[in-house]
């Protein structure tokens, strides 16, 4: 939760800031977290938010899974300023390939997985539609 608002992710409600700071032009974040305050329809606005598969808008500015590790910390003020103004000019000494490499096996795997129910249910279709004529 930050600023009455509620976010699936920790670095999320941050990086509109963050791009902000560095000079780059930010896409809307509305959609990144849900309000809790005055919000009718917060139950259903949280069930559907948890539910969603679709990244965050944050995530395009995130490596994810594929990121060097570093200890997780509590931020006060300040230490929220100087994380907001850090420059990386390469990105790439921030990849772990290994953990890259790891992940890219892992969704090669779960598309072909998905490949192989989307066509077992296309020929399921198929034969539906035969057996109905």
Same mark, same amino acid.
């Given at each position: 939760?930050?600023?009455?608002?509620?976010?699936?992710?920790?670095? @999320?409600?941050? #990086?509109?800031?963050? %791009?902000?700071? !560095?000079?780059? /032009?930010?896409? /809307?974040?509305?959609?990144? =977290? $849900?309000? %809790?305050?005055?919000?009718?329809?917060?139950?259903?606005?949280?069930?559907?938010?948890?539910?969603?598969? +679709?990244?965050? +808008?944050?995530?395009?500015?995130?490596? @994810? @899974?594929?990121?060097?590790?570093?200890?997780?910390?509590?931020?006060?003020? /300040?230490? !929220?300023?100087?994380?907001? +103004?850090?420059?990386? +000019?390469? $990105?790439?000494? %921030? !990849? /772990?390939?290994?953990?890259?490499? #790891?992940?890219?096996?892992?969704?090669?795997? $779960?598309?072909?997985?998905?490949?192989?129910?989307?066509?077992?249910?296309?020929?399921?279709?198929?034969?539906? #539609? =035969?057996?109905?004529?």
């Amino acid at each position: 939760m930050y600023n009455g608002r509620y976010y699936k992710c920790a670095s @999320g409600p941050f #990086v509109p800031e963050w %791009l902000h700071r !560095i000079g780059s /032009d930010a896409p /809307d974040f509305s959609g990144d =977290g $849900v309000p %809790l305050h005055n919000n009718p329809n917060l139950r259903q606005e949280l069930e559907d938010y948890l539910d969603r598969d +679709t990244p965050l +808008t944050a995530c395009r500015y995130c490596l @994810g @899974g594929s990121g060097k590790s570093f200890a997780n910390r509590q931020l006060n003020e /300040d230490g !929220i300023r100087d994380w907001l +103004t850090e420059k990386h +000019t390469d $990105v790439r000494e %921030l !990849i /772990d390939k290994e953990r890259l490499a #790891v992940a890219k096996h892992r969704s090669n795997r $779960v598309s072909s997985i998905w490949r192989r129910m989307a066509k077992s249910l296309f020929r399921a279709s198929k034969m539906a #539609v =035969g057996a109905k004529q």
